[in-house]
């Protein structure tokens, strides 16, 4: 299969031939089906500098070459170019199609079309991609009913069988689950002859066995693939996926006597992200099918938005927002590490959901984050069990699902500002009646974006990270310290990053009018700008 069968739609050349509007008729070549990418038309001596491949080269033999040697070295040239077969409209320049050209591409192996004279090149363009059009959205439909079939064969009780199962049923391909020690743990779709299990078998233990090799220690290996043909099979494996380095790698292995098309390759693509996830230690933690669901379909391309409603509570039909919650256990290491590991103590986890009322809690070493559905008119409210354990805690105010980013912001924010102070936990609080309320949105982020501007020509650490730190300073009422302490970085750090806001913003940071001024554009500065400056 050629390299453009796999990355576009193309269509078969007898769906020209048959076209009942085209009238064309293969005259030479070969008899076997050509798959047609574009189609192509110049009448210059050598057009293989504007030919790219897999297309129908349409000409009327304006600059045919006169003799038969020149016919032959033109037709040479168009297959070495990768033409997939040539079309020759007759008349005006030539009455019938020349027998050297004929001859040419009966010995070079090149199909040759030959075009009435009422049809144009134009309509032979036309109904080439309408064709290709429909080949497209066929693959894309056919690509969407397998995303909802292996969407809900991973909520099925058997999940990992089921995924297997329809992925060889749409693929046609024998399909297995291995470990990285190549033993067999699922297996889908009719057993091929020995030897392909063993063959497909040892190109996993091969596969994973390269990943782990090359990958850094301490961090996930990358997901890895392979392919092998022999004997009329074409074996292709791909580990599954990790989120950690810990645990034991997993290999997806198929088996078809037919080259894997785009479409196939895109089903593999999803069944390997939803094995990842059947297979994680976090979905041995809860398998609560909607919640479940919901992670399948945001891991397929779904926005939070859309799976949002799928993760409130069954019972609640107006929890439509979310708190979002940032922690810190200042007891421990602030970076991961080997025996500090989320899934290492699941009695803390569960009792952190518990006090906090949501079982959507992650713990990455020293880091907490968590969701928690709720309504508009929810309070937060910092659970006593959290300081108990050792946690800091920072709550954003209730958002719809489109405002998480925000929210983000806000408890990373809230959390900074209870690690300041020393505080248990800070809820981030809108209040209405502020001077902020008198001010059109897009004026004020207009302001704030010109006002900070200037410090995107500053050097390292980047603009963001003095936001950051202006931010902090200025929430803290300008104590260096407890803004180091908030910011994990050196209180000359934090007066070397304030001299530098002072400097490209021309303004004196000890002045309280200055601060009110700042404070305010800080408060509507676009969260997308602060994005692309950490990008």
Not at 259 to 267: F, K, L, S
Request: charged share 20%; proline share 9%; glycine share 8%.
């Amino acid at each position: 299969m050629t390299e453009t069968e796999t990355v576009q739609p193309s269509v078969p050349l007898s769906v020209l031939l048959a076209h009942p509007g085209l009238g064309l008729s293969q005259v030479a070549g070969p008899a076997e089906d050509r798959l047609i990418g574009t189609v192509g038309t110049t009448e210059i001596e050598d057009p293989t500098p504007y030919l790219v491949g897999g297309e129908l080269f349409l000409t009327a033999g304006v600059r045919l070459p006169p003799d038969a040697e020149g016919i032959d070295t033109y037709v040479a040239r168009v297959v070495a170019a990768g033409v997939a077969a040539l079309g020759f409209g007759v008349a005006p320049v030539h009455q019938e199609i020349p027998r050297e050209l004929v001859a040419a591409c009966d010995r070079h192996g090149l199909p040759l079309l030959r075009l009435p004279p009422d049809t144009p090149f134009v309509a032979v363009g036309q109904a080439a991609y309408a064709a290709i059009a429909e080949a497209r959205n066929r693959d894309l439909r056919e690509i969407s009913d397998a995303q909802s079939a292996l969407t809900a064969a991973a909520a099925r009780p058997d999940a990992l069988q089921a995924v297997l199962q329809q992925l060889s049923t749409r693929t046609g391909a024998w399909t297995a689950l291995f470990d990285a020690q190549g033993n067999e743990l699922f297996s889908a779709g009719p057993r091929p002859a020995s030897p392909t299990p063993r063959l497909l078998r040892d190109l996993a233990i091969r596969t994973t066995a390269r990943s782990t090799r090359d990958h850094v220690k301490g961090r996930p290996p990358p997901p890895a693939a392979a392919a092998h043909h022999v004997e009329g099979v074409h074996l292709t494996v791909h580990t599954l996926p990790r989120a950690d380095s810990t645990g034991t790698p997993l290999i997806l292995g198929q088996a078809g006597t037919a080259p894997p098309t785009m479409v196939h390759r895109q089903m593999t693509g999803m069944a390997t992200v939803l094995l990842s996830l059947l297979t994680s230690p976090r979905h041995a933690l809860s398998t609560e099918t909607r919640s479940v669901g919901a992670l399948v379909r945001l891991m397929l391309g779904a926005s939070p938005a859309e799976v949002a409603t799928a993760l409130a509570p069954s019972d609640d039909s107006t929890g439509d927002h979310w708190i979002v919650v940032h922690g810190r256990h200042l007891h421990m290491p602030s970076r991961p590490g080997p025996t500090s590991r989320p899934d290492e103590d699941p009695a803390q986890l569960a009792a952190l959901a518990t006090a906090l009322g949501t079982p959507y809690v992650h713990i990455d070493g020293a880091h907490l984050l968590a969701l928690i559905p709720g309504t508009p008119e929810t309070t937060p409210s910092a659970p006593a069990l959290a300081a108990v354990l050792g946690w800091t805690l920072g709550f954003s105010t209730p958002v719809p699902a489109t405002d998480l980013p925000r929210a983000d912001s806000q408890a990373e924010r809230a959390l900074q500002r209870a690690i300041a102070t020393g505080t248990p936990a800070v809820i981030h609080r809108d209040e209405a009646l502020t001077l902020n309320a008198l001010v059109s949105p897009a004026a004020a982020r207009e302001l704030a974006r010109t006002r900070f501007a200037p410090l995107a020509r500053a050097g390292a650490p980047g603009a963001s990270a003095l936001l950051d730190t202006l931010r902090t300073w200025l929430s803290l009422h300008g104590s260096w310290d407890r803004t180091a302490a908030a910011l994990q970085v050196h209180r000359n750090t934090v007066r070397h990053r304030l001299a530098r806001v002072a400097e490209l913003l021309d303004v004196d940071l000890q002045d309280p009018g200055v601060r009110m001024e700042l404070w305010f554009a800080l408060h509507w500065l676009p969260d997308e700008q602060t994005d692309e400056d950490q990008a």
